[in-house]
């Protein structure tokens, strides 16, 4: 019987992304009386389990967030579950959305919150579930490409809500009749609407709702420069590094982001403690260009005391 148990290995040396997003949240919004077009409760909520699953599950380095998905990339060069698909997955899944219904009342109870609304506690005709995928990118410019998409469909839908419930909120229009008015618009036109009808400069509206979110470590220290030596207890160069050093004195062109560093329990302590204690932080800054990157090399770098 064990035979029948096929499992899905993610392709090495990739990075994974597992996106999960919400079962039919426009109904459940409406449920919940969502603020429309952005309901900041909800937002923070999706932070709040993010940030949780970031903190429980080390191996992820990087996750962003719109509306009702987030998602979770993991070190190139992870080996949780041996890279098990299965596993992975629905691992993800489960954290966030545990994370999700603990959290509720933190943001959803009037009592928890600043915001005049009435106690909104979750039914269970009404519970919030996600689903979830799970994609491998095989080079740095493939996964930066995946999350620029994703942070470009959160500015078009923004812009395209923001407008939308202006005409309908402010504007008294029908939602069919606003949906008829921003046919065939581009985005000059929405904001052009926004500023000459409602006084809405759409560059004001918040940061969260423009840019989405990022959920990172970040670290107090400069990493110290790329191909430093690591040396284990007993003073020997080991990891890649050396690996790496001698290839380049070979006159070869073996990379070293090319090969999975082997590293000593010690290593891997030491990196599990640095990662433990590093700060996870919710920030709503524009990532397609290559600043964020650059200011945080050990993101994408794979080591949170050393960068590629
Ligand atoms: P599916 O199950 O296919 O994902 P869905 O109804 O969840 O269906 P999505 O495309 O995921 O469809 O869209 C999510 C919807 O949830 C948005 O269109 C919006 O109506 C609502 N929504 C999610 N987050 C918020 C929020 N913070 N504020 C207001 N509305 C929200
Ligand atoms: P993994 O993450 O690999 O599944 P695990 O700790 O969940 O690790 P399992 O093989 O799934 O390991 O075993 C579940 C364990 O949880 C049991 O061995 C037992 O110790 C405990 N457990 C589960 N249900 C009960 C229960 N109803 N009463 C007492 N102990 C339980
Ligand atoms: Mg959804
Ligand atoms: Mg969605």
Redesign the pocket.
Known sequence: VRLFEQDTLLVPNTWIVVRI?????????NHYD??????KR??ELMNAAAAHVVRSIPDICFSYGI???YSFVFDRHTSMFDRRRDKLVSTVVSTFTAAYTLLWPQFFLASTTDIASPDCGLDLAHLPTF?GRAVVYPSDANLRDYLSWRQVDCHINNLYNTTFWALVQQGGMSQTAAEEHLKGTVSGDKNEILFSRFGINYNDEPLMYRKGSCIFREYDTLPPPANTLQTDPSGNATGAGSLAEAAVSDGSDYRLSDVPEKLSRTQLDKQRKAKAKAQVVIKHLDFIKDDFWKQRPWILGGHPLRTR
């Open positions: 997003d919400g079962r039919g949240f426009h109904k459940l919004s969502f603020a429309k077009p952005n309901d909800a937002l509306s009702d998905e689903d």
